[in-house]
């Protein structure tokens, strides 16, 4: 709570603005009781604002709960007003809700007033301590309230005179002239000189550099820090970034980082995660979020399983109530009662669950959730600020929204762009200027509104810029830090009046981009050169350890690869290392329809349209089948989809995994060929290694061959391209676990071994099915590429096995990307899209390697 006016220390002499919490000290109040109106809007809804509620529940309770404080301040006993007196109409309407609202609310009072009303009922001589005003330091456009508490405390304590801040610049200066009245209608113009200086700057970062830059400059010409001001709207941790770095002290930044509403947000995420389809990203947030009952490690952890799509929540497993919670917190709520039940036994199990409850706008009743009112209704607060710290020495850090705490000499106001000094003014959301007028003549009360905040905004300025005595230096930022263009603010045209030979007020503005660093007004460095990086070696040697035993079985051998991770080693050994390390890159964003997600989705599809063992589907019922299979592999493993703004590509996804589904209907009926596996895992050993791997289909042929397929979510060309150069690994490679196999009790690899066995892939996309190893008969659907589809990428496997084997890891180059694409027909995504670490140690090409 701002206080504008400042008190004395009766001791020590010191003026300072006094604050809620040294006010409820030397007073003994009370603790305050919360002040929360947003709870009594949604449970008893006036019929003013019922309508808007209903439709945006969130924007009704800030407006509303804005005028509503704004009416407590403008009592002075803060105590609820009387409406009797006010004619009937619109105005008396809306005011007589608010204080009904306000008396619904019992003895609270919005954050800050509480200690205001226990001193305004407190009898003479309950204070610990004197606290006598400074004379002439109240602002005139003060609230009631605290005019009322001003006038209780130099009642009983009476008043002690300011210490002089001097009679502003000196005359002539055209800091003078601003100070003289920013709406004067007549102005002394001259010609622009040091005391009024305007300059343009990158972005707000630039900006606090500058400041920074321009209080050590003032310092080394022997400035005392308290005499200089920096005035800021903004975030204050660019300019405790900049102003730490030139080791200059910055007096009034907050105590505290401001405090996200975490309660707001683990009620929001809860709904959100309870309204299918459910978003990983919200799962994420809960497993990670403070308020759920388990370790913050554990909760990173399951936050990070869970961005990689794996929901299971293993990570608690041996937490029994912990993992029920997380059931909890999965399981979706389709009716209301279902919904409460889910919320009240989440709730009972979080840190400051009854807050997060109480934060729920759960209607009662039956019936399915109305999820977009329900959401709409969760109010999640801004962050909250702290206390400021103000000290003595250091350079007084002024927020814009309030009066300057103390004079200063060299004033630098640090983001002068559109909407600041002055601020812009906002109406108030319940009532007209009209309206505010006729309630002051008829009850005395003086609410804010857009005139009266036109006034205030203007008065404070002006106070800020009389509070200076030699200079003002105003910062204009180009763009904000996302970018976006910004505009210079409207007091610049106020402020460029007193200038004379202006052609438009822009042109006071001095560009600093435009003037080389010798001709900057403040000193300036240029970054240290970044000092060569060492050379990257060839390889990085592991002394001989074999890196191929990074992972071991419960029985001591070696954890078998796969043919996936076999392709990540042939592109790259350091991503292949990453991912035996669990270091693997892991992106947190949300939800999308990647290649991954439309392979997945039509995978299970396939699987289950195609079982084995069974005969072919009818042509006429497969789309039917198709369809089901489809909603089911949607809600099990993209359920984002099933959202209403995804629908476009739910169903062009769906026409193709159909087309898709018919074509392979017909080659299985064109080839005779049967299905004996879906989703079979297969071991065996091949090139030294253990290997195993889940193959997609196998098919038997009427010779009683084996064609093991692997469905790919793309087209035929780039595959054969591939395979043409001989650079195809993965499908070649389950033939090669059948030559060598590791069966194991119960499963079906029995009868696939001492089968003939070639190896296909079926191109969804657009139907092509490419073979290898075996002769199929010509005229039908597959096309036979050859015996020699992996003949150089296994030369090349072998030779990385036998380095990784040796623990020698060998490092790519930048010329590795275009020789994957131009040698072996494909794009190696392990250096395109996988981790930094790997591009970060990417060599530079020989001449001989380019």
């Known amino acids: 709570m701002f206080y504008p006016f400042l008190v004395a220390d009766p001791f020590s002499g010191l003026r300072y603005r006094l604050n809620d919490a040294r006010l409820s000290e030397l ?3 009370p603790v305050a009781l919360p002040w929360n109106p947003a709870a009594v809007i949604r449970a008893t809804p006036d019929p003013v604002w019922a309508d808007s509620l209903a439709n945006a ?9 804005a005028a509503l404080e704004d009416l407590v301040l403008a009592t002075p006993d803060l105590r609820p007003p009387s409406c009797a007196v006010l004619p009937d109409g619109r105005a008396a309407r809306h005011l007589t809700a608010l204080v009904a609202l306000w008396q619904a609310q019992g003895d609270t009072l919005p954050e800050g007033l509480g200690p205001v009303r226990h001193v305004l009922e407190l009898p003479h001589g309950g204070f610990l301590d004197p606290l006598p005003v400074v004379e002439g330091s109240l602002d005139p456009l003060a609230p009631a309230a605290m005019q009322a508490l001003h006038a209780r405390l130099k009642d009983e304590f009476g008043s002690v005179a300011a210490i002089s801040p001097g009679q502003g610049a000196r005359e002539g200066t055209r800091l003078r002239a601003v100070q003289a009245g920013l709406l004067a209608p007549g102005v002394m113009q001259g010609h622009a000189d040091a005391t009024l200086q305007v300059f ?8 606090a550099d500058f400041a920074a830059a321009r209080a050590r400059a003032l310092i080394a010409q022997g400035i005392a820090p308290r005499d200089i001001a920096v005035l800021s709207a903004g975030d204050p941790r660019h300019l405790a970034r900049a102003f730490a770095g030139q080791g200059v002290p910055l007096s009034g930044l907050p105590v505290d980082a401001p405090e996200r509403d975490v309660v707001g947000e683990t009620a929001l995420h809860i709904l959100l995660a309870k309204r299918p389809p459910t ?48 059931e909890d917190l999965r399981a979706t709520g389709s009716t209301l009662p279902q919904l409460r039940f889910l919320a009240d036994r989440i709730c009972a199990r979080l840190v400051e669950g009854e807050a997060v409850r109480a934060r729920m706008p759960l ?21 909250a600020g702290a206390e400021m710290l103000r000290t003595l020495e250091g350079v007084s850090l002024w927020p814009a929204g309030e009066s300057p705490w103390r004079p200063c000499r060299h004033l630098i106001v640090a983001d002068f762009t559109e909407g600041l000094h002055p601020a812009r003014p906002k ?9 505010i007028e006729a309630i002051a003549a008829s009850t005395g009360l003086r609410l804010r509104g857009r005139a009266a905040g036109i006034a205030r905004s203007l008065a404070l300025f002006q106070e800020q810029l009389g509070a200076a005595t030699e200079s003002v230096t105003f910062l204009v930022p180009w763009r904000d830090l996302a970018g976006a263009r910004l505009a210079p603010s409207a007091g610049l045209s106020l402020v460029a009046r007193v200038v004379s030979g202006l052609k438009d007020a822009a042109d006071l503005i001095e560009d600093i981009s435009q003037l080389p660093p010798q001709d900057w007004p403040v000193p300036h460095h240029l970054p240290a050169p970044v000092a060569a990086a060492a050379p990257l070696p060839e390889a990085i040697d592991f002394g001989g350890r074999s890196l191929l035993a990074l992972r071991l079985e419960a029985d001591g051998r070696i954890v078998p690869q796969s043919p996936s991770r076999l392709e990540t080693l042939v592109v790259s050994p350091l991503a292949w290392l990453l991912g035996e390390l669990g270091a693997e890159h892991t992106v947190w964003a949300a939800e999308t329809l990647d290649v991954m997600t439309r392979g997945t989705i039509a995978h299970h599809v396939f699987e289950h349209a195609f079982p084995e063992d069974a005969p072919l589907p009818d042509p ?43 074509l392979w209907r017909d080659h299985l009926e064109t080839l005779g060929a049967r299905v004996v596996g879906n989703e079979i895992w297969l071991r065996g050993e091949a090139h030294g290694i253990r290997l195993h791997g889940k193959a997609d289909a196998i098919l038997e042929l009427p010779d009683g061959a084996l064609l093991v397929v692997d469905h790919k979510k793309s087209g035929t060309a780039g595959r054969r391209r591939r395979m043409e150069a001989g650079w195809d690994l993965q499908a070649g490679l389950y033939r090669d676990m059948l030559a060598r196999p590791e069966p194991r009790e119960g499963d079906k690899m029995h009868r696939l071994i001492g089968r003939t066995v070639g190896i296909a892939y079926h191109l ?54 275009a020789a994957f694409k131009k040698e072996g027909g494909f794009t190696p995504y392990a250096l395109t899209d996988g981790s930094p670490i790997v591009r970060a140690f990417l060599r530079p090409a020989e001449e001989t390697e380019a």
């Open 200 to 207: 343009g700057l990158r972005d707000p970062a630039a900006c």
């Open 279 to 326: 978003p990983a990203m919200v799962l994420a947030g809960l497993a990670h979020s403070p308020l759920m009952p388990w370790a913050a490690q554990i909760g990173r952890d399951l936050a990070e399983t869970v961005v990689k799509g794996d929901f299971r929540g293993q990570v608690l497993d041996t937490f029994p109530d912990h993992k029920a919670l997380w």
């Open 57 to 65: 529940p969130s924007e009704t309770i800030a407006a509303v709960t």
């Open 764 to 817: 969804m996309n657009d139907g092509g099915l490419l073979t290898s190893g075996l002769a199929l008969p010509t005229g039908g659907p597959a096309r036979d590429m050859g015996d020699a589809v992996n003949a150089k990428v296994i030369e090349h496997l072998r030779k990385r096995l036998a380095e990784v084997g040796a623990g020698r890891l060998v490092l790519n180059t930048t010329a590795d990307e």
């Open 620 to 662: 006429a019922n497969l789309p039917a089948m198709v369809e089901a299979l489809f909603e089911q592999a949607v809600a099990r493993h993209a359920g984002f989809l099933r959202a209403a703004a995804w629908e476009m590509e739910r169903r062009a996804l769906h026409r193709e995994i159909l087309r898709a589904a018919l």
């Open 427 to 435: 109406a108030n959301p319940l009532f007209l200027d009209s309206e």
């Open 27 to 29: 007073s003994l109040a």
């Open 363 to 383: 209607p009662p009743g039956e019936g399915t959730p109305d999820w977009e009112a329900i959401l709409r209704g969760v109010q999640v607060l801004p962050a």
